[in-house]
């Protein structure tokens, strides 16, 4: 029994270590802990995984407003892990040019409507990371920087007395989390304890990346959804991106397969009209958007994206993932990252001209020339990283007289103010701009993590996505993702056809609107979906001489799924036809014992270099995971060997049946 109860410990233990979220309002975040000073709300999460032989590397999404001294993790880890910063912009870049795309082509030899008519159509492209000192108990065995963050690496003798010292370190913390800490102290683990730095704002927030090294298997870590309950919100979206050698899919949960009949094709598809030599003509161009910058899939919706449509898949994807009670994945695509070779940066058009940024010593020219290249990427120039390097690097003076128009940050940072001094008497004394320094830093923080990235996705052959959106009661289970090498691609794009019919005479038709005699006006439209099934609609309301209007038109069916399967890592699956409570519950049960039975276990330990003793990502910049922390004392305490399990929480959770925080 005492083995038994240790193996579930390590399979608790391995699920907190080998994945977290974001900061939440509650005593833990996602499997880690957040300050209580600033509750924040967990809106959703965005991790990347990407595995290479015993090495998983993830990058996870922070969000978090508040003021910046209440922001703090505490993550338990095996051992001494590597640690490195990201990119806000990979996430939004990824997301963007990974989301579904839904793309309706009508045949010309039909009635095709008006496209110069903007209200009849919704437009949507796209769905929906020797000790220092003794306190208590606790050592501190490291300390040292990543990106804009402090971090001190520490054990202690139990939950209690890692508890205090959180406390007493500023890391808020209610009492009864020294009973779930008291796991991790028994494993012999450390907690790296992390907060922002005291010169760095909230908008310096960046991705946090970790490395593992975990038995070479199919099987990759978990989500603690469990914990994320806590404190997440009502329809929370949750995005994985998994890289590896074949797809990835969930074996924990179901995977369910979106019916094409319940999306709103007329309303929310990008249109495309096919001509008889079979040419696709891209709408979009007839509206005068222009193809996105490096980097970027622009949005080819022909209207521009819309928050109802997105709305509507959201809406979809949830009524999906609720027919198996929250406990199913979809797959929005399973590609070879071939196709997805530029989409987080494109290093054959580089995002700026080093040299020319160098060559401008007037502030106000190289800002001009910086932000023309931001926009050419694609970027918000307001993005919070931004604005802090350019304050950095051209600061103002505190205390500008409010009577003086250079006490505004919006005129001070104006090209022409910069560029002709207009302010320069409230700069710092003896201060000079250095174009070469703000380029460096630039760099190092906005471009090499995006490159980082890309080289990332480059290096495996596969990437997958999954999307779910739960509610918190729905959170009860952890899902395990593996590989499965004879499954078949999941295609991003979802195209179908459409083919209008009209009438010449407005008598013809009903509800129209219109008084146009001998125009030809929309009666019906019959759409074929990739699958082959056709959808007929019609009763259209008319509005002029613009044609249909189909911003109101739903979908041909409600029911959002078309299958439900239990995947495992080889085989095309089974299907679940029975989507009752008893049977769901029962075919869970055995999705986790078949979870359980892929386990690979294995003993390790941390091996740091005690000759390296530079400070994790020193110039707070690149992305990437750094070397080891700085050592203090010159050397980085062994910790025990102890089994570490790749990805199974759920099971463990649910028989040690713990509460999550």
Request: glycine share 8%; proline share 7%.
């Amino acid at each position: 029994m005492k083995n038994q109860t240790s193996f579930l410990n390590v399979l608790l233990l391995s699920c907190f270590l080998l994945f977290f979220a974001f900061p939440t309002p509650t005593t833990c975040c996602g499997g880690f802990f957040c300050s209580l000073r600033q509750p924040v709300e967990q809106s959703g999460e965005q991790i990347l995984f990407s595995k290479k032989g015993p090495t998983i590397t993830m990058h996870v999404y922070i969000a978090y407003t508040g003021p910046a001294e209440s922001f703090s993790w505490v993550l338990p880890v095996p051992n001494t892990p590597k640690l490195g910063v990201g990119s806000n912009e990979l996430f939004r870049r990824l997301k963007r040019n990974t989301d579904p795309r839904w793309t309706l082509q009508w045949d010309n030899s039909g009635c095709v409507p008006d496209f110069q008519c903007p209200y009849a159509f919704g437009g949507m492209n796209g769905g929906g990371t020797g000790s220092q000192a003794t306190s208590g108990g606790v050592d501190v065995i490291a300390v040292g920087e990543v990106g804009p963050f402090d971090f001190k690496i520490i054990t202690g003798g139990s939950g209690a007395q890692v508890q205090t010292w959180l406390q007493d370190n500023g890391y808020d913390q209610p009492a009864a989390t020294a009973d779930l800490l008291d796991h991790y102290t028994q494993m012999n683990s450390v907690f790296v304890a992390l907060k922002l730095q005291k010169d760095k704002a909230v908008g310096e927030i960046r991705p946090l990346i970790m490395e593992y090294s975990i038995p070479d298997s199919d099987v990759v870590p978990c989500v603690p959804l469990r914990l994320t309950s806590l404190a997440a919100t009502t329809d929370m979206p949750i995005t994985v991106w998994i890289l590896g050698d074949h797809r990835a899919v969930p074996i924990s949960f179901f995977h369910v397969t979106l019916s094409e009949l319940a999306y709103p094709w007329l309303r929310c598809a990008d249109m495309e009209v096919v001509d008889g030599n079979g040419q696709v003509q891209q709408l979009q161009q007839s509206q005068g958007i222009t193809t996105a910058s490096p980097g970027f899939v622009p949005p080819t919706s022909f209207f521009g994206p819309s928050d109802t449509c997105v709305t509507l898949y959201n809406q979809m994807l949830a009524r999906a993932v609720d027919s198996v009670e929250g406990h199913g994945f979809v797959t929005e695509l399973a590609e070879p990252t071939s196709k997805f070779s530029k989409a987080v940066y494109d290093s054959s058009q580089p995002m700026v001209n080093e040299a020319d940024l160098r060559s401008k010593h007037n502030p106000g020219q190289y800002l001009q020339a910086l932000l023309r290249y931001v926009s050419q990427a694609g970027m918000n120039q307001f993005d919070p990283l931004i604005q802090s390097i350019i304050r950095q690097h051209i600061p103002m003076v505190n205390n500008i007289p409010d009577s003086d128009p250079c006490s505004s940050e919006q005129y001070f940072y104006r090209v022409f103010v910069l560029e002709n001094g207009g302010c320069s008497e409230f700069h710092p004394s003896g201060w000079t701009f250095d174009p070469a320094a703000m380029t460096d830093d630039f760099v190092a923080r906005i471009v090499k993590p995006l490159e980082d990235g890309q080289n990332l996705i480059n290096s495996h052959a596969k990437l997958t996505r999954m999307a779910c959106i739960l509610d918190p009661d729905q959170m009860t289970i952890d899902p395990v993702f593996a590989f499965n090498s004879e499954l078949a691609d999941v295609p991003q794009e979802h195209v179908a056809t459409a083919k209008g019919t009209c009438a010449t005479n407005v008598d013809d038709l009903q509800n129209n609107a219109g008084d146009n005699e001998g125009e030809e006006f929309f009666t019906s439209v019959e759409i074929t979906l990739p699958d082959g099934m056709v959808q007929h609609f019609t009763n259209f309301t008319i509005r002029n001489s613009c044609g249909p209007d189909f911003s109101t038109v739903g979908p041909a069916q409600e029911n959002p799924v078309k299958e439900v399967k239990v995947l495992e890592t080889s085989g095309s699956g089974s299907i679940v036809s029975d989507l009752s409570t008893q049977n769901i519950a029962n075919r869970r049960a055995a999705m986790q014992a078949t979870a359980a039975a892929l386990m690979p276990v294995v003993t390790t330990h941390a091996e740091p270099d005690p000759s390296n003793n530079q400070i994790v990502d020193q110039n707070q910049g690149g992305g990437g995971i750094s070397p080891t922390p700085t050592v203090v004392g010159g050397s980085v305490r062994a910790v025990s060997p102890f089994p570490i399990v790749a990805a199974f929480c759920a099971l463990s959770l649910m028989l040690l049946n713990l509460l999550p925080c």
